[in-house]
């Protein structure tokens, strides 16, 4: 696709924030960006089988298979080469990156991040553990954050965020689902699309 900004989803797991940005690509909500590859560290990743049936170019890089972060970080920046990558976005993907490799992407890795940053973000932040800690915590108000990615887990520039309210009864699973639902497949298609617009009209930082 012309004059779009070729981007790679990274994922880990189940794909549903890829798949918002599938669909969003598919109704013309992210009209900058083309999604043009998808990686996964996980083999077997339902991603992968999201990927596949959208047409998406689609690989597994394991970190076990090329031992060190450094070989793991290496086979990724070649495969974004390859694919002419542009922009980059972290749906759920669940390894650290390193400062080498985001200052070579600085200001084009996005992620989203299922509480309202700087509440429960950070290492060891991650899937549930948000909504656990959230409920725990009491907070009447949560939601989702899609920021810039730096050396500092959860530690870059906010794009968007959105609330989300906290019902009573709230279990950490039907928390997870509104936060998503709410929040997530929102903001990571109008963040794609708001960085991607920007990086196409030239300017260094979105």
């Not at 689609?58 to 970080?73: I, M, Q």
């Not at 950070?122 to 810039?148: I, M, Q």
């Not at 639902?181 to 963040?191: G, R, S, T």
Request: overall charge negative; some cysteine; glycine content about 10%.
């Amino acid at each position: 696709m012309a004059g779009r900004i070729k981007t790679a989803v990274l994922v880990s797991g189940g794909g549903t924030n890829l798949q918002a940005l599938i669909d969003a690509q598919a109704d013309g909500r992210i009209a900058s960006a083309e999604i043009a590859l998808v990686l996964s560290n996980q083999a077997g990743a339902y991603a992968l089988e999201r990927a596949a049936r959208a047409g998406i170019p689609h690989e597994t890089v394991l970190r076990r298979e090329l031992g060190s972060r450094e070989a793991f970080e290496a086979r990724i920046v070649s495969l974004l080469e390859e694919h002419g990558i542009g922009l980059i976005v972290l749906a759920g993907f669940l390894a650290i990156l390193s400062e080498d490799f985001t200052r070579r992407y600085d200001h084009r890795i996005l992620n989203i991040h299922p509480s309202l940053i700087p509440s429960f973000c950070g290492e060891g932040y991650y899937g549930l553990r948000v909504h656990e800690a959230a409920l725990a915590r009491g907070v009447k108000v949560t939601g989702a954050t899609v920021h810039f990615v730096n050396e500092i887990p959860d530690g870059g520039e906010i794009i968007l965020q959105k609330a989300v309210p906290v019902e009573a009864g709230d279990t950490p699973e039907v928390l997870q689902r509104r936060v998503m639902e709410q929040a997530e497949w929102q903001l990571l298609p109008m963040a794609v699309e708001k960085v991607a617009g920007k990086l196409l009209a030239g300017e260094e930082r979105a």
